[in-house]
């Protein structure tokens, strides 16, 4: 079921920007984003994460992105033929929330791996990305205190980022973004998108989502983290 999808995540671009077939446009035809691959059953990063919640996030919350961010570009399309320039600058918000919620998705799948397949297992201290963490938190394990600090503060729904900043000489940075809004500056480079939202843990941790920040480094993909952290 979750093999069927068309897209590859990361294939394309770096950060999952361009619809299926890497073409956005082929003549007056668009080709249409699409629900990514995943690399494991939804049930896989149980008892962290349920099947439950994955099913229910990635094959009904992920697609509504999918789907309204395909049907707003088609709107935009529409309405830049027709010079709609209101109708245009109305859109924005429409392709802010689907687009971010689309791409934030993609990043968040592809951060999480079943503990048998390395989820959980922490960047050596000998690695690129080993060594700028100890060398600007100490550990891995004060990063995740200071990630799950940003998360707890979030405010209502939204998403916290560990990202690489390009403009400051690769450091590192957590930042917290509202809502679906997405890391749009080209300069951060997403290390580890994680899901702030309720229906990301409500149906299995209820209110106690500090228990749910707690449990899902056990399925971080920190291999992932690693090889975006080499652009
Ligand atoms: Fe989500």
């Not at 004060?142 to 503060?153: M, P, R």
């Amino acid at each position: 079921m979750i093999k069927s999808s068309r897209t590859s995540l990361l294939r394309a671009s770096r950060f999952i920007t361009r619809p299926n077939n890497a073409s956005a446009f082929i003549g007056s035809i668009r080709t249409k984003y699409s629900l990514p691959t995943l690399d494991y059953e939804l049930d896989a990063l149980e008892p962290h994460i349920s099947g439950q919640i994955n099913d229910l996030h990635y094959n009904k919350h992920h697609k509504t992105y999918v789907d309204n961010l395909n049907k707003s570009i088609e709107a935009a399309v529409e309405a830049k033929s027709k010079g709609e320039i209101k109708k245009l600058i109305a859109l924005q918000k429409a392709l802010n929330f689907n687009g971010g919620g689309y791409v934030n998705h993609c990043l968040w799948w592809k951060n999480l791996a079943p503990q048998s397949a390395g989820g959980g297992h922490k960047p050596s201290d000998d690695s690129p990305l080993g060594k700028q963490i100890i060398k600007q938190f100490g550990s891995v394990d004060k990063l995740i205190e200071i990630t799950n600090g940003k998360l707890a503060g979030i405010q209502g729904s939204g998403w916290a980022f560990i990202v690489k900043n390009k403009e400051n000489g690769g450091a590192i940075e957590v930042i917290t973004t509202a809502n679906q809004d997405t890391v749009s500056d080209v300069n951060l480079v997403p290390l580890i998108a994680i899901d702030a939202w309720e229906h990301a843990y409500y149906l299995q941790y209820q209110n106690v989502k500090a228990d749910y920040f707690k449990a899902l480094w056990n399925v971080i993909n920190w291999k992932e983290a690693e090889r975006r952290f080499e652009f």
